[in-house]
């Protein structure tokens, strides 16, 4: 259950190296390669002549070609030319529309036709030299909602990550969820609190003491599809907490998406971005090992919570205020779920 | 197909250490753990607010603690608190009855009020002082009662276990099978035979002569739901076999319960008791370490078995002499189910 | 969707030892084994006792015995005896036709009684001193018709043994296909190109020089049910091609029985032989290692296929010219398995 008319991230420029890349994306098998000009493609992964995985063969000047029987593919998923053959009449493969757009590769899963590059949710960060960003991707059997649901309750900390980012404050800070704009947005706000492990080493890593009272935030926004971005941060407390002056603060941007592989799978892509010493790639790499720790802890409860869930199909879930978040979300999905529907 | 109005072994003590124990018995996901005052307790394993299995979480004073959002279960399967939220309205979640005895913690997967622990089979062994136990668990992927069949018919041991207890002997001599007080008992009595390696052993451990003819014996006795405790001894022949005074004998009870996981796969507690030097740990480390040598043999039989009798579901199996015992235990299983059925 | 009215490659002689050996073909489990007269014996892998693998069994002179109880199955079926039963009213299991011929056991999976070893297809190079065969054997999860597909069109040598056999020529050159006399032909003819790395070895394994232009040839040749041999070899150019004299010539025979084990599984044998130093078993040794790894390499491009094939069921597949072998090869098993379906 997910829309298909709208943007997900599909890979990273990285994995688009001189091979093509095979990822299942909304229950689509699709090749992902670049082109002669270095232009991202994404085409069916089905070979028109014997259906043969196009992901297995190889590029050739930026042209797919087909790795059992030599067909080379137009990055409009018309045959191209094949050896010794007249290929005009060949059968086309899906084209899927793709960008490359803030440092990473969209797809639109649906009609290519109607893709429009302008939907592709603006990531300020991305662009602003001021901003470093580190990531990486997990993949996870689960729906992709229940990974909405858990970005959008941040209480999990506590028992989750308890080791580094959970702190028992959160609970007990109210939280506040909203609709607006077409996204969702859950905020909490902790003040005059210690700062847990994770936190500690940010303060650090700004130069601000580690051992004193701080205002804490979290900023949940869920952008239909499929992307949620948190801004975390502390603060001395004291100084204004979300509105502090930067020199109290430390402060980024979680950055997730979850794109669905099939109904209970997702190619999850998560990051940090943040806008102190955006320069300094050691402390983005001795971050990303930090949060690709955190945030594989959720794994094995989302993967098992899915089995529970498959298991008891009947049984329907509470939604208490912590859930507002991913509760609302899923009004916006179920929204653009029945508006495909009615079209088409 | 397994009766649920009935007592099953769920597992052992040291299972449950300071973290809950997930485990599945006749097709139900339970959760054991330990409250406050060291009393076992059994609920279905899953969250009420989410659906994550309660296994995941922790324990905080006897307390079940999610490991997703915090909530706090009470051992009655209702909701005792969960952070910053009313909790009253919260949906209960199964309890199911359990009681700890024997060394085994006991469950009831049916309904928790049906059940009376006076149903426990008495197991003499486990209280008498001068006994000893050891045993083990496996993990087998086949129904329950082909587990059942093949320890109501020991001529297997004569090919599976040929190294160790099986001889020519077992097959020729003859079996005797009873229904008798809702219990099976099926007998075999060999005398004046050569003893076994597994046999000789345990003469030499009672200080007895190892290469002498002996009178052996097997009794098992089926009690339903899953329980078969075998009689098992040699004593040097001509001193009344079975009846001989204790000087004479090497003798013990193979201990069984095969606690339904689901319809084709178990939990196998295997074990044996013993009335000879029962303060010897050493003793019983070796013996436990050498019948699960001889108990792993029938594992890959008994699966593959199951794979077969999955694949024609339609044929019938032979039922002969040696398989009354089976025979008469699953006649004793159907009129349970079908006393269930009745009933509910 | 395979014949069953035919003969199939089951195993190896070495595959059947001292033990029994459990193998499914078409759909069938088998247990194949060499009775006291050291004749191959199929029968189902099925006791009419209690449902056990008889390939879990052992042979005791020659007679398979079920390592459960000891039942001692006849190679015709019937229960030969069982310690303790009067066996006459056991249930016969299936038996299945074998003979063993060219270095293969063949088993005819359906009903004995019609199996005749005449239409065990001819093998010259197994009857004639002058050749050396070796070979080998590799389970493979796809249709066993993809694999006939592959090797009645050459063409993906180029694309997935392009560094061993493949040659853009291949290509190139034009493939002429015909079903004669209940047989499927598919030739082509290279005539002055340079060798490939594998031909070299083989030119030079014939005392050749590996550095001069060559005529190089492909007939491949379908026999239903299963069974593809190919003529392949190269000549030094202009002195006739295939029809060249033996001292310009390095020519072999490819070997394949792909045998059903399931609709989309197969018990591949391919193989090699050659009428060239057929007492050098090094090079034997060395021409099978090769062949293995470039067979290998066959593999995944034929399981992902087949995923791909079965994930879009509806899909028709094209019919080229250069897949005319395959197309063809398909009629007469389709025609087959008509016929069968008429006469059952």
Redesign the interface.
């Known amino acids: 259950m997910f829309p298909k008319n709208c943007w997900y991230v599909a890979c990273t420029p990285d994995e688009l190296d001189n091979k093509p890349l095979g990822r299942r994306i909304c229950n689509e098998?699709m090749v992902f390669y670049r082109d002669a000009e270095g232009k991202a493609v994404a085409l069916e992964?089905?070979c028109?002549?014997?259906?043969?995985?196009l992901s297995?063969?190889y590029l050739e000047d930026g042209q797919l070609?087909?790795?059992?029987?030599?067909l080379k593919m137009g990055a409009d998923g018309k045959t191209d030319s094949?050896?010794?053959?007249r290929v005009q009449s060949?059968?086309c493969i899906k084209r899927f529309a793709v960008h490359e757009r803030y440092g990473f590769i969209w797809v639109w899963p649906s009609d290519a036709d109607q893709a429009d590059i302008n939907l592709i949710p603006h990531l300020e960060w991305a662009e602003n030299p001021d901003w470093a960003y580190g990531g990486g991707l997990y993949h996870i059997q689960c729906d992709y909602r229940l990974m909405i649901?858990n970005l959008m309750?941040l209480?999990?900390e506590?028992?989750?990550h308890a080791t580094s980012i959970g702190q028992k404050e959160i609970?007990?800070a109210?939280v506040h969820t909203k609709t607006v704009d077409g996204e969702v947005v859950t905020s909490r706000f902790m003040d005059n609190i210690m700062p847990p492990p994770f936190w500690q080493m940010a303060l650090r890593a700004n130069d601000l003491a580690d051992d004193v009272p701080v205002d804490r935030w979290q900023i949940c926004r869920f952008t239909p599809p499929s992307q949620v971005m948190i801004e975390v941060g502390v603060a001395h407390a004291g100084h204004g907490g979300y509105e502090a002056p930067a020199q109290y603060r430390a402060n980024s941007t979680v950055v997730d998406f979850m794109t669905p592989e099939t109904d209970t799978s997702i190619w999850y892509f998560w990051g940090m971005a943040r806008d102190f010493k955006p320069h300094d790639q050691a402390l983005t790499d001795s971050i990303r090992e930090g949060q690709g720790k955190i945030f594989a802890e959720d794994q094995?409860?989302l993967e098992?919570?899915q089995r529970?869930?498959l298991?008891?199909p009947e049984?329907r879930?509470?939604k208490?205020?912590?859930?507002a978040g991913g509760v609302q979300s899923r009004r916006l999905l179920d929204k653009m779920i029945e508006t495909e529907a009615e079209a088409g």
Chains 1, 2, 3 share one sequence.
């Open positions: 098998p992964d089905f028109p002549h014997r259906g043969a995985p297995l063969g070609v087909c790795g059992y029987h030599g094949m050896p010794g053959q060949f059968p649901d309750d209480t999990h506590t028992y989750v609970d007990e109210p094995d409860m098992r919570q529970n869930l298991e008891y049984r879930l509470m208490l205020n912590i859930d």
